[in-house]
């Protein structure tokens, strides 16, 4: 029994390594297909690797760091040649969601995400912080390079910043929220997701293409999809509105169509970063409430029952009694 827990251990961990691996590189592949130029670099306004990585770290521990760096570099293998810069590369984007799970985790950070306090402390502590190491290496082996100017640092260095940052914010609540979803969901449930999803369908894409500045229309979908579906469904309503307005702003279309490289960037990680920050926060409040009243319930219902007891004991055998001369009367009458 104890030789077969010894081999299991180091087939699981390979297997776990593997999947984390592939997800991570899938996840940058959906990555690279919508991307900006920024100071003659190419960046993803929205980076889900780094999501996938810390989600992956928050369920399974310290030890998927091998499958993250994996992950990356089947990805830098995918778009240049290894050498010194992309292992520096490798290092900062594996670095920077292992320092953020830490820094979580010295938090005490719990991973359902009912409480507004673990919410900010993935947006300060991982996803502001943290990602600060992957850009910071990043770009600045490509300017010691010489493969891009040193007065595009600061942009470029943003750019990266920004889309490792939506990664964060959009993707590892979204994986967090999904292992909390049960079924069966109620019939009444199930068409209000129906209804959801049909009206979500058609305002997000109309908003976002359309050349009138209207993208704040989606912030009613994310209340709405907060208060009836908390943490799952508000997630994944931000990231579908995070998704189409990047697919505007690659195509230099809708409110983006006059706008330059870097005004996009500013505009674009300005709404997902509004979008993320709306449906992670509103729906920890939410939960944090209704955590708080079930709480009270159940003390309030605790105590019924004491009194309930107490009032039982009273009016049973050990409750005293008087003679007629007001004497209260001996236990054997």
Partial sequence: MVASRDLRTPVVFVFETLAVAACYYAAGRLGLLR??????????PIWPPTGVAVACLLIFGLRCWAGIALGALAILTHLTSPGASALGVLAGNTAAPVVGFLLLRKVGFRTDLTRLRDCLALVFLCAISAMLISSSIGVGLLVATGDLPGEDFWRVWLAWWAG????VLLITPLLLGLRQVRAPLRWSRWKETVGLTAIAGCLVPLVTHTPASVLFSVFP????????????????????????????????????????DVQIIINLQAFNGAVSLTALLLSAVIAEQRNTRRSVERACQELVEVLEHLTAGESGAGRPQWDEDGHRRNADG
């Fill in 35 to 44: 991307d900006l130029t920024v100071g003659g670099a190419v960046v993803s």
């Fill in 164 to 167: 490792d940052a939506m990664g």
């Fill in 221 to 260: 979908l994310l209340i709405w999809a907060a208060l009836r579906f908390q943490l799952a469904g508000s997630m994944v309503c931000a990231l579908f509105a995070s998704v189409m307005a990047t697919v505007a702003a690659t195509d230099h279309a809708g409110p983006f169509v006059h706008l330059s």
